[in-house]
C-alpha cells in the first residue's frame, strides 16, 4: 500500500474506480433532469446536500474529525459552502433552460476558472504558455458550443441564458477551489472542506426553493430513488472514494481521468433522455476538453515534451490538484 507521501500511477483497480465514479458524476445532472417533474431540482440539491452532510456528519464523529472552531476555519468555510450553493443554484435553473449534456461541459470548465484565479493569487500557480494555448482553446470550444445549441433546439434567449448559467455554475466551482487552496482550508481534511459545502448548499438552497417557488415535491417511488441515488451514492459514497483515491494514486492522473464525465454525460443524455447533441456542440466540447486537458495535465505532456531528445524545457510549475477539490 501507498505511503501517505507516496502516490502511485493509476494501475487497474484506480481506472476501473475513476470510470465508476465518473459514471455516476454524469448522471448527477441527468438524473436532475428526469425528476424534475416530481422533484424541483433547487430542492433536491438542497435535500440530497442534508442528507449527505447528515451521513458525513456521523463519519466524521466516529472518526473524531469534526471541525474545531478554534482552527478558524470555519470562516473560509462559510465562503466555500456559499460558492457550493451559487454553483447548484445556477445549475438547477441552467437544467430549465438547456440540456443536461450542456450543463455538464460547461461545469467542468471549471478547472480553467480555477488555474485564472490561482494564476493571480499564487506565485507557485502562474500559467506556463502551454496552460494558456489551452485557455484559449477551451473559450474556442465555449464559443462554438454556444452558437450551436443542439438538434432540434434553436439558439434563442432560453437556450442561451441555459448554458450561460451552467458557464458561470463552472466558474462558481472554480472560484471555489481558490477559495480551497488560498486559505486555511488547504490544510484541512476533504471531508472537512466537503461538509462546509454540503451544510452551505443545505442552509441556502432550502429556503431559496422555497422563496422561489422551486419547491415542488410529489416524489413517486421512481423520484424517491432518483433522491438516494443523489445523496447516498452521488454526494457521499462518490466523494469518499475519490478521497481515497486521492491519498493513493497520482492526483493529476486522476483529474485528467475526470474529463471522462461530461463524455459520459453527452451519451447518457442521448440515450436516457432523448437530447441528440448537434455537431457543432460536439465540435465545441471536443475543444472545450482539449483546452481543459492541457490546462490541468501540463505537467504530464511538459515531462514527456522535455523527455524527447532536443526539446526545451517548459516554465512553471502550473496547477496542482489538492485533495480537498471537489471532483
Known amino acids: 500500500m501507498a505511503g501517505m507521501n507516496t502516490r502511485l500511477p493509476l494501475d487497474g483497480r484506480a481506472v476501473a474506480l475513476m470510470t465508476l465514479l465518473c459514471l455516476l458524476w454524469s448522471l448527477q445532472q441527468i438524473s436532475m433532469k428526469a425528476a424534475a417533474p416530481e422533484i424541483a431540482p433547487m430542492l433536491m440539491i438542497a435535500l440530497r446536500s442534508g442528507l449527505a452532510a ?6 466524521m464523529a466516529r472518526r473524531g474529525e469534526l471541525p474545531q472552531l478554534a482552527s478558524g476555519r470555519w470562516r473560509p468555510g462559510l465562503l466555500a459552502g456559499a460558492l457550493f450553493a451559487f454553483e447548484y443554484v445556477l445549475v438547477s435553473e441552467a437544467l430549465a433552460h438547456t440540456q443536461a449534456a450542456h450543463v455538464l461541459v460547461f461545469l467542468y470548465t471549471s478547472p480553467i476558472f480555477a ?4 494564476h493571480l493569487r499564487l506565485r507557485e500557480e502562474r500559467l506556463s504558455p502551454l496552460q494558456w494555448a489551452g485557455i484559449g482553446l477551451a473559450f474556442l470550444g465555449i464559443a462554438t458550443a454556444f452558437l450551436d445549441p443542439g438538434a ?9 441564458l441555459g448554458d450561460a448559467m451552467a458557464l458561470l455554475a463552472g466558474a462558481s466551482w472554480g472560484a ?18 466537503l461538509l462546509y459545502q454540503l451544510l452551505g448548499a443545505f442552509a441556502l438552497l432550502l429556503p ?6 422551486r419547491d415542488h415535491f410529489a416524489p413517486s417511488a421512481a423520484g424517491w430513488a432518483h433522491l438516494m441515488f443523489q445523496s447516498v451514492i452521488v454526494s457521499f459514497a462518490s466523494f ?5 483515491l486521492l491519498r ?7 483529474g485528467v481521468f475526470s474529463f471522462l464525465t461530461p463524455l459520459l454525460g453527452v451519451l447518457l443524455g442521448a440515450v436516457l433522455l432523448g437530447e441528440m447533441p448537434s455537431r457543432g456542440f460536439l465540435v465545441g466540447g471536443v475543444l472545450v476538453l482539449a483546452g481543459i486537458a492541457l490546462v490541468s495535465a501540463h505537467g504530464l505532456l511538459g515531462g514527456w515534451l522535455t523527455a524527447r531528445p532536443g526539446a526545451p524545457a517548459l516554465a512553471s510549475p502550473g496547477k496542482r490538484m489538492s485533495e480537498s477539490d471537489k471532483p
Do not use: N
Not at 54 to 59: D, F, M, N, R, V
Not at 240 to 244: E, F, I, Q, T
Open 240 to 244: 469518499l472514494a475519490w478521497c481515497w
Open 208 to 213: 431559496l426553493a422555497w422563496i422561489g417557488g
Open 152 to 160: 432540434g433546439m434553436t439558439l434563442d434567449a432560453q437556450v442561451l
Open 54 to 59: 447528515l451521513l458525513l456528519g456521523l463519519l
Open 115 to 118: 488555474a485564472l484565479g490561482l
Open 176 to 193: 471555489t477551489t481558490v477559495v480551497i487552496r488560498c486559505s486555511r482550508l488547504s490544510s484541512a481534511p476533504a471531508t472537512e472542506t
Open 248 to 254: 493513493r494514486y497520482l492526483a493529476s492522473r486522476l
